[in-house]
Structures are given as C-alpha cells and as structure tokens.
C-alpha cells in the first residue's frame, strides 16, 4: 500500500475511472495524497468517485479526442502521472471477428489510446518529467481467446516500450501493468450464461484465485511511485500465476 503522502503534489489522471479497475485506481492515488483526475466515456460512471476533475470523451471519436486533451489540459493542466486503464472487448474467439468488430476493438483499445497519450506525452516531453502505466492484459502475453483486443494489448505493450525508450532521457517512464481475470462487470455476460464459471476459472490459476481490483491497483501505484524511479519499459503481469505456466497440464497429465 503506498503512503498517504507518497502521491502528495502530483496530479494523476486515470481514464476509465468509472470501472471496476478505474475505481480501485482512484481510491489508491486519492488514498497517496494525488490529485486525481477522473476521464470516462460518460460522465454519470463517475458519479461517487472522489475527483478533483472529471471529463467525458470518446476514445474513438478522434476530432472530438483531439479537443477533449486540449480542453483537459487547459483545464486542469499536465498531469505528473496518466494511468490509461480504458478498455473493452467482446469478441472472444476467431469465428466472432467480423471485420466490424476487429476494427472497433484495435480502434478504442490501441488507436483510441495511442492518440490520447501522444496529446499528453508532448507538454509532458517539454516540461521533462512525466510517467505513463498502461492497463493491458495477459491476452497480449499468450493467447487466452479475444484475439483482437490481445492484439490492441500486444500494440499497448509495444507503444509504452516506444515511449520509455525515446523518451526517457526526458524524464518520461513507461510502464505496463498485464492483469489476469478480474471480477468486474465484464464478467456479468458470462456468469449469466454459466454461473458456475468463476470456479471453473480459478483452477487456471496457481494461486487457485483470480486477481481483486486492489492488487491491481497496487501494482500500478507502486509502478507510478518513486519507489519505481528507475523502471521503464517493463511489462509486468498480475495475473496469479496464470502466465507463469499450464497448472492443468501438470494437474491432468503430470499427475494423472
């Protein structure tokens, strides 16, 4: 758990505030002492949260994304830290790929956030500090269904080392953060199909349990903290193990 004060001075600004993850994320930074600014596609998803600013916009709406960044900006100026943590997938396995849903996937989980965080790495290159973590996924480590969200998530992972190794010597550092399986309302669809599939999920996982919001979001603070001064360009799963090996081989084919 970071200190009350270790984010104190710092503005953090996270996009998907109002989601599972986002929310645990504004805690977390509220709870270090930040100044957190809040940004989601509707404004009403953050309602509860404890923002000093909060801003609605379209990752896919490019012209409206350009104005919404500079109106951010002259708002409530350049942020220290930009956690982007907005995201959503849908199509599960190959034969769901229309060329519809491929390209609204790669267009808000990779173009959407490309495009937003070159409009914020520019004035944070001028003023030569700044840290971005970016949410992606253990989809982009290993093939766990969703292929074009894992696609967007692999292009995220690749756009953060971009960022960390050209940038860096202006005082920028670019980190990602790749959960597992979370319980948040994206599981809503399939648990109304098989509610029975949490469980059938965990033994997936060496630790026998998927990941919590919080554990997540302590992953990120400490990633955005000084105590990660000289991390750049690493990909770091939080996952439960889940990357780290195939349990059921060992458990079915090992062990039978």
Known sequence: MSSDSEF??????????????????????????ARVIGCDQYIEAMDGLDLAGRHSFDLTDRPGLATAARKLIEADGVADIVINNAGWTRAETLPALTQERVETEIDLNLTGVASLTNALLKPMVTRGAGCFVFISSVNALSHFGNPAYAAAKAGINALSRAIAVEHGRQGIRANVVCPGSIRTPAWDHRLAKDPAILGKLQRLYPLGRIVNTREVAEAVAFLASPRASGITGTVLPVDAGLTAGCLPFIDDILGA
């Not at 505030?17 to 994320?25: I, S, V």
């Open 8 to 33: 104190s001075g710092k503005s953090v600004l996270i996009t998907g505030a109002g989601g599972g993850l986002g929310r645990a994320l504004v805690a977390i930074f509220n709870e270090g002492g």
